[in-house]
């Protein structure tokens, strides 16, 4: 039997790294979860046959409870999932990270209560958790704890700052001081659970775990956000991984170290994306103070346009570019602006969509809403490849988006964005900017591209908005 | 059990396997990627199936429940946010010559 769930873990292991692999191509991604959710649902069914949960003295009663924890969170998870609009997306990948570091984490406590247990009551001397778990275990569990209580009240309140609950991005002066203080206490209990054999301990250090995590991102300002929820799936992996170890189970081990790290590196690839460094996100709070020193940069008046001129304009363009921003996907303007594209390429015009590296909440987060609208990938281009083309628009729609093309990223060094890559909207004939009102974006930081003479301003929700070009459009 | 050498073995290959699935993605997979690796880690739940099932007393029975309770919550929430956003890339049925860009 042990042999067939050997086996049953190692297929696992293998679809999950087979699965990731199609998953990193647009042709074969859609099959590469079916394979990787195969492998779960086989891992799953198997554990149900292990020894070790069969020869326990409460058998039929741990395998009600694990029945019923399965149904209430996997129940709440497809409910949550299937309901969630892809705006929101990022923030429920940050809920079901949390919930894993949190497992991750639970799963290292009952072992360290177990061992503290037996350590208690062992009569041959042997008195610390370490003596019960052996040194690797011990120090691979207590690791495991730290790192997957960290990314589970870090995720919690990721996703409650995405998700518009949270908009603090201080809890206390001084914070980065107390973090780091903090950090050292609780890095001290984790070195202290080692060498005793104390339920105390362990129960403080969940604590000052679980606040660090609290801490730690509170101050992260709310345009690094993908980099620290990416970071966070990393550090769940890492924590699988190692508690795999403390089990001795190789699927937990493989699959918890791929994610480890390959969230690593996609952490690593987003915050180049957005010039800055992982360290960076941590230490420094974007659009908190700074933001309002360099306000009042920008001197100069908004001009308005009508949808109608907006529309002529549009319509005798040679080339459009779209830059769509996360504020199109809030007005769910998508649907209409692929209308007005099919009908400006229809009059003749070209189309292009541009594509910042973090528009929206997530490298492709935008991609993957424009696709849920129908437009077909080969229309959309990244920053890179379109940036010089912006000489030969006579158009740039820049819609619901904000920081993404605000030049002051490139002159202006007291700018908070200074450094980040950007759209250059800015160069080409006339930019048309959508937008609610005229307050700044995302990071808080003002835009001088919207006080510029080629720059025209169509306020308005996105979706009216769209709806009134395509109405301005079609009546030329 | 994986012990000693053999773990370390496993760690450093796992390690290198999951850099060289992500290190030739193109940008627009990211997010569905990011969402398939947290899906991956709900592999978690296996393990905490197993807490809760050598649990002893009510106090690692309670935790070993939330561990579950979590865990499940990690594998079938990814699963289903990274299936519903793959569904969408579909390839155009007008322009199927290329990937272009």
Known sequence: METLIQAAYLIAAALFILGLKQMSSPVTARRGILWAGAGMVLATLATFLSPQILESDQVSINIMLIIIAIALGGGYAWYSGKKVAMTDMPQMIAMYNGMGGGAAAAIAAVELIKASNEAAHDVTGSSTIADMLGADVAILGILGAIIGTISFSGSIIAWAKLDGRLNRSKLLPAQHIINALLAIVTVGFAVAIYFTSSIDTIIVFYLLALVLGVFITVPVGGADMPVIISLFNALTGLAVGFEGYVLGNAAMIIAGIVVGSAGSLLTQLMAKAMNRSVANVFFAGVGTDAAAASGDGSEGVMKEIQAQDAGILMSFASQVVIIPGYGMAVAQAQHKIWELTQILTEKGVTVKFAIHPVAGRMPGHMNVLLAEAGVPYDMIYDMEDINADFKNTTVALVIGANDVVNPSAKSDSSSPLFGMPILDAVDSENVIVIKRGRGTGFSGVENPLFFTDNTKMLFGDGQKAASELIQAVKEL | ?101
Do not use: D, W
């Open chain 2, 1 to 101: 059990m994986i012990e000693g050498l053999a773990a370390i073995y496993i760690f450093m290959l796992a390690g290198f396997t999951g850099y060289e699935i992500i290190s030739k993605v193109p940008v627009i997979l990211h997010t569905p990627l990011m969402s398939g690796s947290n899906f991956v880690h709900g592999i978690v739940l296996v393990g905490a199936m197993v807490a809760l099932g050598i649990a002893e007393t009510t106090a690692e029975q309670v935790i070993g429940f939330i561990a579950v309770l979590l865990g499940a919550g990690n594998a079938v929430g990814g699963y289903v946010v990274t299936e519903r956003m793959l569904e969408m890339f579909r390839p155009s049925e007008k322009k199927t010559e290329g990937e272009g860009s």
